[in-house]
Structures are given as C-alpha cells and as structure tokens.
C-alpha cells in the first residue's frame, strides 16, 4: 500500500509551476485592463492545479498498466513500481478531475459564458486521452503541441477571458511564452527517455526528431520567452524584471547543451520549471504596477 509521502509524490510536484504560472499570468493580463476578478482567478487556478493532478495520475496509470514504467529513470511511479493498486491510482486521476469539473463549472455560472462548458469538457478528455484509450495521442507524436496549447493560449487567455470578455496582444505574448516553457519541460522530459519510449513504441517529438535535433528545439522554446519580454517591454518597461528567470533557464540550457542523458537531465525539468514560474510572477507583478 502506497504511503502519503508515495501519493503527494505521484502528483508530481515538480510539474505544478506549468498550471500556476499561466494563470498568474493570465490574472496578470487581466489586470493590465484593469479586468482582475479575485474569485474567478482563483477558480481558474483550482481548475489548472486540479487537471495537471489529474493528469500526472492519469499518466501514472496508463504508463503503469502498459509497461511503460519499467525500465524508465526520473520521478517515482505508483502503478510502475508496484506501489498502488492500478484502479486506485485511476480513481485518483478521476478524482482530481472531477474537481476541475466542479470549480470550471463555477466559472462558467460566474461569468455567464456557458459555451466554455464545452472548453471544460475538451480539456478534461486531453488530460485523459494523453496517455489513457486505445489510442492515446501522446505515443502519436502529439503530446508536446498538447502542452503548447493547453499550458499556453488555453491557460493564460482562458484565465483572462473569463475575467474581462477580452483577448490581448500581452495576453497573447504571455501565453506564447507559456506555451514554450511548458513545452521545453515536456521535451526535456522526452530527451531523457528516448531509449525507454522507442522501447516501448511510444512516439514523441522527441523520438522522432532524434537527440540532437530535441536538443536544437529545447534551446529554441527555452529563447522564446525572453524574445518575448522584450516585446512586452516595449508596453510596460517594468516587464524586463521577467529576466530575472534567465538564469535558472540558463543552468537548464548548459545540461542540454553539455550532452547530459538520463537522470542528469532531471535537474533540466526542475530548472526550466522553476524558470517558468519566476517568469510567471515577474511579468504578472510588472503589469499589476505598471
């Protein structure tokens, strides 16, 4: 039987900054218009924490039940390792999402935008179908233009729509930058286990692109945002305080470009993560005072 610390574990912690991020900067945007809605704010921020949960259970089972656990290196796994009964573990992912149902469903009554059920619905069976069915598109080569969308314009402008009505030109360069750190976490992710998913015929961009190439396109996404800061700053000066996540998006960047495989590339998920979320309170904080 798996143990509380086990649990807390296979939520995956470490991915958590790809939900908050995003919507502070969303509620950042909103604010900037002068739109910012605490309540529907926090909802939208219970409903990303609950669907990357979800998620991440989600992914533990599937993973677990097909095998593609076993030999893999990183975070531990509940149904891979032997930890946690299967069904337990899906009962979890469900649970969690069925939290996101609720507090999106709240939004949608609060902000009287009824069409977003069918968003709701949409990002739930993404969160599901990424590794769950017959066909998951995530062993198709799809996942990280997934994350892309669901961590970048689906978060952030979803954050700021359901506040103001509205979408932004920063609204959209926050939600671009999003978009690229979430997805160089997700190919970081996949460079480290290239060998175990060919293994077990799980298709990701990085697979088929190859180690070098998923490296190239790792240094691109991680470049992305800072380009982007630069724009917004031509808006709101104090925005280039969104640089002060360029270092730890450094140290991800020095590990990709030294070759490093494997478990060394593990602190590259907490680096780009981290960086992700010092970018996702820096510009937020800039467009609240500027």
């Known amino acids: 039987m798996a143990t509380v610390a086990q649990w807390v574990s296979g939520t995956r912690p470490r991915t958590l900054p ?10 950042g945007a909103a604010h900037h ?3 910012f809605d605490p309540t529907r704010a926090a909802l939208a921020l219970v409903v990303a924490v609950a669907l990357q949960v979800g998620v991440n259970y989600a992914n533990d089972y599937s993973d677990g039940i097909r095998g593609t656990d076993a030999h893999r290196v990183g975070p531990f796994r509940l149904v891979g390792s032997g930890a946690a009964d299967p069904r337990a573990v899906r009962a979890a992912a469900f649970a969690s999402l069925g939290v996101a149902a609720v507090a999106g469903l709240a939004l949608v009554v609060l902000s009287g935008r009824y069409w977003m059920v069918a968003f709701g619905a949409v990002c739930i069976a993404a969160a599901w179908f990424y590794t769950g069915g ?3 598109y995530g062993y198709s080569g799809l996942g990280e233009l997934a994350v892309f969308l669901f961590f970048g314009p689906a978060a952030v402008l979803g954050t700021l729509y359901v506040q103001t009505g509205e979408v932004t030109g920063i609204g959209i ?3 671009v ?3 690229a750190f ?11 286990d290239i060998p175990t998913d060919v293994q077990a015929g799980k298709r990701t961009l990085a697979s088929t692109l190859g180690d070098r190439d998923a490296r190239r396109l790792y240094l691109a996404l991680v470049s992305i945002p800072f380009l982007i800061t630069l724009a917004i700053g031509l808006r709101v000066p104090l925005a280039l305080i969104g640089f002060l996540a360029l270092p730890l998006a450094v140290l991800g960047a020095r ?3 030294n070759g490093s495989k494997g478990r060394d590339l593990i602190p590259v ?7 992700m979320l010092v970018w996702g309170i820096a510009v937020p904080v800039a467009l609240v005072l500027g």
């Open 255 to 257: 590990r990709v470009l």
């Open 33 to 35: 218009i002068d739109g």
């Open 182 to 192: 979430s997805t160089g976490v997700m190919i970081a992710n996949s460079l480290r």
């Open 134 to 136: 017959r066909k998951p």
């Open 18 to 27: 790809n939900s908050i991020a995003p919507v502070l900067v969303g509620a």
């Open 269 to 275: 998920l907490r680096d780009t993560g981290l960086a």
């Open 177 to 179: 930058a999003m978009g």
């Open 173 to 175: 360069g926050g939600a």
